[in-house]
């Protein structure tokens, strides 16, 4: 009995012990994994314009709204934010510097828009959006939030890493030095897109909560009054009255949408049609309310929801310039392109940290026989980026490499007898298929002469260790951990029992 | 240095947590709300306020209403009024437009006080623009018709659809400060009320003709309303023009 209980309570502080690793790591992967810079760049430079005509706005009427007797009274405005953390630099300007400091500040914005000394001008960007913004409380709207949003999180990511003129300044540097140009990847990156992606379900979802207050979001008038709203409406709406449906569904479909956002949007098979869904509806916005500009800069936050590499080939296309390869490989020729790294004697970590992401279509067969362990195999490897499919028996595999061709095929030894490996091994000796074998300690004895099994290793292992092998199959002997800079070998100890 | 690395990330990923807090909790916090929630939400208010996330995120919510525009009315010696209202649709570019419809539409979630104190504002901004000493305003609220009037054939801006109320009568010195006689100043001391009612209004007479003044115009141009030039739309004829009342008071506006 008391085995029993010494037995169980061991079980469950592992299986704590590999699940808060787990989940340690799941967190470390989600914010702070490296990646491509492009969209991080494609917000700044469409948040710096949005941000930039929002100034040119205000130049048409800056002295009506911001003069200490202005619309907004400056006392007044400060006295509103006695009690509160809110602060505007426009609290001390004087009245007669009001242009100057207002072109200064365009000429700042236009900098941060076009990616000039990203690090400084992002920070003054974000400083300069929201005092504006608290200058003029009473004139605040959407608009204002999502900017000051998009300015904070453009500040704390490397958002001058891709299509910015300090890029283009430090890729001429060392072109001209003949060094190693930068990676376009950072881990910050990654944290900022994690953010607005959050950000962006937190509003969704309270915008929709916010609704089920209200009683015309149920009954779905909610959406004809918006459309029959003269002041807001630019398109006369009013013939939606003899085809009541379209507001009604039209009214519906908001609340649901925007409740689910923050579920839906995670899932990379729905996420273009819920991204496509919201574009439609902020571009409804634009065109029939008039507010093109609060409607561009939610859909400018969708770009954090996309794949970098995607975009920068689209964009490549687009301008018709070849697909950067020394920074985002294709799929298609990704291993005859990938060699080996030449790798200096010493300091290779630090090196292996400057290596790009590498993205993998081919996919990984894995024959195991316990489904929790294959799943949990698959799950860490799709993290990185390394899709892989697992079977129960060894009949599967070659049922499998029939149809399909696997970059590689591990098995995992372990709960198959001897004489199953050995037949497998021989089989697959006979195809191009490239091989590793995770065996027990007893296996590899027993097998230790079989010439049909090339790469081997030790059974149980570390989910780190089984992937470098992985990329070391795939991609050379030295070839890139794309990660390598967040790591740490990693307690996820691949067992089954 | 490894040890300073690492106490720098994991402070990184406190921060991460504590920011995701504060910006998913800032909604809670905007009433209605339960004691709890606000409570909650206050741990959250600092930051958020520095940082300036402390929003509701409450577009078109809870029910969306009507708008509301604020009408100035000054008088004319000639017995016709001279009107004004924003946000005019005249305004351009459209994001000029929505700053407007804010000034109209955001005011009445302000504190009591500094609500008086911002139509004080609105008072002596539209007074100068318009050229006179004293002004009117209005709160007119445009509600949408519903769906069943436009069947029957009622427009959206039908005059029904609009209703009014007197926010104050405003007059000014010629420097630009306020003359608050016996009745003002009783009224504008109640700051209880969200809006200033200030029922006597004897500068402007509702029976006589109004003239629109579009917004749009800059204001030099208003300044300059004495002799008026076509392409800005102004139709005053010359008797309805200001009589020259020194509170142009270009002091009161810089641009």
Redesign the interface.
């Known amino acids: 009995m008391n085995n029993f209980i010494a037995s169980t309570f061991v079980g469950t502080w592992q299986k704590a012990t590999f699940e808060s690793a787990r989940l340690v790591q799941d967190?470390k992967t989600f914010?702070w994994k490296p990646v491509d810079g492009s969209t991080l760049g494609i917000i700044r430079a469409l948040t710096g314009s949005m941000l930039l005509?929002?100034l040119l706005?205000w130049s048409?009427?800056?002295?009506?709204?911001f003069?200490s007797?202005?619309?907004?009274?400056l006392?007044?405005v400060r006295?509103?934010y006695e009690q509160?953390?809110?602060?505007s630099f426009w609290f001390y300007v004087p009245?007669q510097y009001?242009m100057t400091v207002h072109w200064l500040c365009v000429a700042i914005v236009a900098m941060f828009c076009v990616g000039w000394q990203t690090r400084i001008t992002s920070v003054l960007a974000y400083v300069i959006?929201?005092s504006y913004?608290?200058r003029?409380?009473?004139?605040?709207?959407?608009?204002d939030?999502i900017l000051?949003?998009l300015c904070?999180y453009c500040a704390i990511g490397p958002s001058g890493l891709c299509f910015s003129v300090d890029r283009w300044l430090q890729e001429k540097k060392h072109s001209r030095r003949k060094t190693p140009i930068p990676a376009r990847s950072s881990s910050n990156v990654q944290?900022s897109l994690r953010?607005i992606q959050?950000?962006m379900c937190?509003?969704y979802f309270?915008?929709g909560v916010?609704?089920?207050?209200?009683?015309?979001?149920w009954t779905g008038?909610?959406m004809?009054?918006?459309m029959?709203?003269?002041?807001?409406q630019?398109t006369d709406l009013?013939w939606t009255?003899?085809v009541?449906w379209v507001p009604y569904v039209a009214a519906h479909a908001t609340v649901l949408w925007e409740i689910f956002f923050c579920v839906l949007v995670w899932n990379k098979r729905l996420r273009p049609l819920v991204l496509l869904i919201g574009t439609g509806m902020h571009f409804g916005i634009g065109m029939f309310l008039?507010?093109?500009?609060f409607g561009l800069i939610m859909t400018y936050a969708y770009f954090a929801f996309s794949d970098p590499i995607t975009w920068k080939r689209r964009l490549a296309g687009l301008f018709g310039n070849q697909p950067d390869h020394s920074e985002a490989p294709s799929s298609k020729d990704l291993r005859s392109r990938i060699q080996p790294l030449q790798t200096p004697s010493s300091g290779s970590l630090k090196r292996l940290r400057s290596v790009k992401p590498i993205r993998l279509r081919d996919h990984v067969l894995l024959l195991v026989q316990q489904p929790e362990v294959g799943k949990a195999i698959r799950a860490y490897l799709k993290k990185h980026d390394i899709p892989a499919l697992d079977v129960r028996q060894t009949e599967d595999v070659e049922s499998h490499l029939k149809n399909s061709k696997p970059a590689v095929v591990v098995i995992l030894g372990d709960h198959f007898p001897t004489v199953d490996i050995q037949s497998l091994a021989e089989k697959l000796h006979h195809t191009p298929i490239k091989t590793l074998f995770a065996l027990t300690e007893q296996q590899r004895t027993e097998l230790q002469s079989l010439d049909a099994i090339e790469r081997s290793m030790t059974y149980p292992t570390t989910m780190r260790t089984l992937r470098e092998e992985l990329t070391a199959i795939m991609f050379g002997s030295e070839q890139a951990i794309d990660d390598t800079a967040q790591q740490r070998p990693s307690d996820d100890r691949i067992s089954s029992s | 240095m490894g040890v300073l690395r690492k106490f720098g990330f994991v402070a990184a990923?406190i921060w991460?947590a504590y920011?995701?807090f504060c910006?998913?909790i800032a909604?809670v916090g905007m009433p209605p709300t339960s004691p709890l929630l606000s409570d909650v939400s206050e741990f959250a208010?600092?930051y958020n306020?520095?940082?300036?996330?402390n929003?509701?995120?409450?577009?078109?919510?809870?029910?969306?209403?009507?708008?509301t525009?604020i009408q100035c009315e000054v008088p004319q010696q000639t017995g016709r009024n001279k009107r004004l209202r924003f946000?005019d649709v005249e305004i351009s570019?459209?994001?000029?437009?929505?700053?407007?419809?804010?000034?109209a539409e955001?005011?009445g979630a302000?504190?009591p006080d500094?609500q008086a104190?911002?139509f004080?504002?609105?008072a002596?901004?539209f007074a100068n623009k318009m050229g006179s000493d004293t002004i009117t305003l209005k709160a007119v609220t445009?509600n949408?018709?519903s769906?069943a009037a436009?069947?029957q054939g009622f427009e959206?801006?039908d005059p029904e659809t609009y209703s009014y109320e007197t926010l104050g009568t405003w007059k000014f010195r010629n420097d630009?400060s306020v003359i608050r006689d016996a009745v003002f100043d009783a009224v504008a001391e109640d700051h209880s009320t969200a809006r200033i009612p200030f029922e006597a209004a004897p500068a402007v007479d509702e029976s006589v003709a109004i003239e629109l003044v579009p917004i749009a115009m800059e204001?030099n141009e208003l300044v300059q309303e004495e002799a008026p030039s076509a392409d800005v739309g102004v139709i005053v004829s010359p008797e309805d023009t200001t009589d020259g009342r020194s509170f142009s008071a270009k002091g009161?506006?810089?641009?």
């Open positions: 967190w914010f005509y929002n706005v048409l009427r800056l002295q009506a709204f003069a007797d202005g619309l907004q009274p006392e007044t006295r509103f509160s953390f809110a602060y009245d009001l959006t929201i913004s608290q003029v409380p009473v004139a605040n709207f959407g608009l939030q000051g949003m904070l944290l953010l959050i950000h937190v509003i309270w915008a916010a609704k089920l207050k209200g009683e015309s979001w008038d909610a004809w009054r918006v029959a709203n003269q002041e807001y630019t009013t009255a003899w009541p008039g507010m093109w500009t | 990923n991460v920011h995701i910006v998913a909604p208010r600092p306020e520095f940082f300036f996330l929003h509701g995120y409450h577009y078109f919510a809870p029910d969306p209403g009507g708008s525009l946000p570019p459209r994001l000029l437009y929505h700053r407007y419809f804010m000034l955001n005011v302000f504190p500094m104190e911002i004080d504002a609105y002596r901004h445009h949408p018709s769906m436009i069947l959206l801006s630009g204001e009161l506006d810089h641009e």
